[in-house]
Every structure is written in C-alpha cells, then in structure tokens.
C-alpha cells in the first residue's frame, strides 16, 4: 500500500508542476503522509524532476 502513495504523490506532483506554490503545497501533503525512506526516494524522483523545470528547484527547500 505505501507504494502506491508514492507513486500517486508523484503523479500529483507531475500534474501540479505548472503552478509553484500548488507545487509546494501537493510537496508538504506529501512529506507528512510518506514514510522516511520514501520521503528519500522522493528526493531522488526530485532532483531528477526539476532538472527538466528549473523553476521548481526553490520549492524544494521544504524537502531539505
């Protein structure tokens, strides 16, 4: 079940990427509902993310 929740919470994050601050707040929904270490997959997924949408790097402070 919890992978499921990942794989939704990147899935939201995708379709919301459009908008920073919805960006941000699908972000910190996510980092209270997922578990350590997929907050760290997460990270990953992100990092990778964002190289494609250069104006998403500032949100992910919230995440560090």
Known sequence: ???????????????VSFDPKL??????KAIKVLLPYEIEMLKRWLDY???QKPELKPCLTIID
Do not use: H
């Open 1 to 15: 079940m919890p992978r499921m929740i990942y794989d939704y919470t990147k899935n939201v994050l995708e379709r």
């Open 23 to 28: 960006f941000v707040k699908e972000l910190r």
């Open 49 to 51: 993310f964002t190289k």
